[in-house]
């Protein structure tokens, strides 16, 4: 019997370009990865520009991250001192305001509820720059937002009782314990001062948020002006 003979046939094409084989190869090891996380604040800011429909909501969009990030996180913790003063200035001058014996009350149940919105909403920030898991935590952000926006909103309701009451005795009080005037002087230009500082900032945020909304209007009209071109 004789042996059969193999044939072996040679592949005329020529072997492929090693750049191109490491190069495909490296291509589709970054297909299968996952996108980059946007946890950096540059980053939640392109996103936010991407998202946004016009030059007012990316403003909002803005505000809302820049109020979760570590400054304002930092600044919450901070602001943590004036509910605790109005605490304790509210106790301590109790009994020692007969014009309106509901100012030190103000002064206690303002700083309390301030406090309680301050722990709250600072460890939310917290929580979600550590975790930075948007689709878990979705629920339990939700409930905790509608927990802050019924104190907050209590707060508000509280703050304009607060404007008259401490208001609408300023041209008669007095530190006179023997008037029937009388409210300490710490105790009430403390609560003066508490609200007419919050007024003060509650117009330099509506300032800014203009100037933000008209930066904003501005940015996008001179880049659909060049654009157009």
Not at 71 to 82: C, D, E, K, P, R
Not at 122 to 134: D, L, P, V
Not at 140 to 149: C, D, E, H, R, T
Not at 198 to 211: H, K, N, P, R, T
Request: net charge neutral.
């Amino acid at each position: 019997m004789e042996p059969k003979e193999t044939q072996i046939t040679m592949d005329s094409n020529p072997p492929p370009n090693y750049a191109a084989a490491m190069g495909s190869s490296i291509q589709q090891s970054q297909d299968n990865e996952s996108p980059p996380p946007y946890n950096t604040l540059f980053s939640q800011l392109q996103r936010a520009k991407e998202e946004s429909s016009n030059p007012g909501d990316y403003a909002l969009r803005v505000c809302a991250i820049m109020c979760g990030s570590i400054f304002i996180t930092v600044l919450f913790a901070i602001s943590s001192a004036i509910p605790i003063t109005m605490i304790v200035i509210g106790a301590i001058y109790k009994d020692e305001c007969t014009i309106d014996s509901r100012i030190p009350i103000w002064l206690i149940v303002s700083g309390a509820f301030s406090l309680l919105s301050t722990v709250i909403r600072t460890s939310q920030n917290c929580y979600s720059m550590c975790k930075k898991r948007e689709n878990q935590e979705n629920g339990q952000y939700k409930k905790k937002n509608f927990l802050v926006s019924l104190i907050e909103l209590f707060i508000f309701v509280w703050f304009i009782c607060g404007n008259f009451w401490v208001y609408s005795v300023k041209s008669v009080v007095s530190d006179d314990p023997l008037s029937g005037n009388y409210c300490h002087s710490t105790c009430y230009y403390f609560a003066f001062w508490i609200i007419t500082i919050s007024w003060i900032f509650v117009g330099l945020f509506c300032c800014c948020c203009c100037c933000l909304l008209g930066l904003a209007g501005c940015g996008a009209g001179i880049a659909s002006l060049f654009s157009s071109k």
